[in-house]
């Protein structure tokens, strides 16, 4: 039986407006287990990419409390957090964010240098994570000359490349067509499988949503089931 990885309890987040304070996430409540992929949706506006960053610890919670494989985040110092996101935490965005001057791999290796992996073993996991993704020719491309799907395939992969415990994809398949959204999808989610890599995904896409082990839908700042 899978063990819980993360746990969610009593989350809150704000931010101050002109009108007065916006409360977008209110006593968010969830528990995530090892390897599960959850889908969540909701409205535009919901809360749902604060969520994510919240979660990803790139912005502080006003109350509630994290756990990541049993370690309480959302306290920790900057520092710690970093850390913690290199190593056990990998994001997916709608856009890409690769690095324009680096080339795939180089993009795939990233997150590796910077944990102060050797060259040669980042170089070796990299290629067998463009290679798995169907990119094992085109790794010397930099980001412009690689197509949309080509360009979000190589962020599945750097986004794995260190192994993490936790994947955060924030409409991972928002700017690419339908066709290749579905490619795509499927790949990470084969790819945090084989990986053993849990996800929380935020989609726009009901037929997506439904493909994963589970949704969520966040609704006037609470998770609910659906």
């Given at each position: 039986?899978?063990?819980s990885?993360?746990?969610?309890?009593n989350?809150?987040?704000?931010?101050?407006?002109?009108d007065?304070?916006l409360e977008?996430?209110?006593?968010?409540?969830?528990d995530?287990?090892e390897g599960?992929?959850?889908?969540?949706?909701?409205?535009?506006?919901s809360?749902k990419?604060t969520m994510?960053?919240?979660?990803?610890?790139?912005e502080?919670?006003?109350?509630?409390?994290?756990?990541?494989?049993?370690?309480?985040?959302e306290?920790?110092g900057?520092n710690?957090?970093?850390?913690l996101r290199?190593?056990?935490?990998g994001?997916?965005?709608q856009?890409?964010?690769l690095i324009?001057?680096l080339?795939?791999l180089?993009?795939?290796?990233?997150?590796l240098?910077?944990?102060?992996v050797?060259?040669?073993q980042?170089?070796?996991r990299g290629m067998?994570?463009?290679?798995?993704l169907?990119?094992g020719?085109r790794e010397?491309?930099t980001?412009?000359?690689l197509?949309?799907?080509e360009?979000?395939?190589?962020a599945?992969a750097?986004?794995?490349?260190a192994?993490p415990r936790?994947v955060l994809?924030?409409e991972?398949t928002?700017n690419?067509d339908?066709?290749?959204?579905?490619?795509?999808?499927e790949l990470?989610?084969q790819?945090?499988?084989e990986?053993?890599?849990?996800?929380v995904?935020?989609t726009?896409?009901?037929a997506?949503a439904?493909?994963c082990?589970?949704?969520?839908?966040?609704?006037e700042?609470?998770?609910?089931s659906?």
């Amino acid at each position: 039986m899978s063990k819980s990885l993360l746990k969610v309890t009593n989350l809150c987040k704000g931010f101050d407006a002109p009108d007065g304070r916006l409360e977008i996430l209110r006593a968010v409540e969830f528990d995530l287990l090892e390897g599960e992929f959850l889908a969540i949706v909701g409205e535009s506006g919901s809360g749902k990419s604060t969520m994510l960053q919240v979660l990803g610890t790139l912005e502080r919670p006003d109350r509630g409390e994290i756990y990541l494989a049993g370690e309480s985040i959302e306290n920790l110092g900057s520092n710690k957090q970093a850390q913690l996101r290199n190593e056990k935490i990998g994001f997916v965005y709608q856009a890409h964010h690769l690095i324009p001057e680096l080339t795939a791999l180089e993009n795939v290796m990233l997150p590796l240098m910077v944990q102060g992996v050797a060259t040669d073993q980042a170089n070796r996991r990299g290629m067998e994570l463009l290679e798995r993704l169907g990119l094992g020719k085109r790794e010397k491309h930099t980001p412009a000359k690689l197509s949309g799907g080509e360009a979000q395939r190589v962020a599945v992969a750097r986004a794995l490349a260190a192994k993490p415990r936790l994947v955060l994809a924030d409409e991972p398949t928002g700017n690419l067509d339908e066709r290749t959204a579905h490619e795509v999808f499927e790949l990470l989610q084969q790819m945090c499988r084989e990986e053993n890599a849990a996800v929380v995904m935020v989609t726009h896409s009901k037929a997506l949503a439904t493909a994963c082990d589970r949704m969520l839908c966040l609704h006037e700042g609470q998770l609910i089931s659906i």
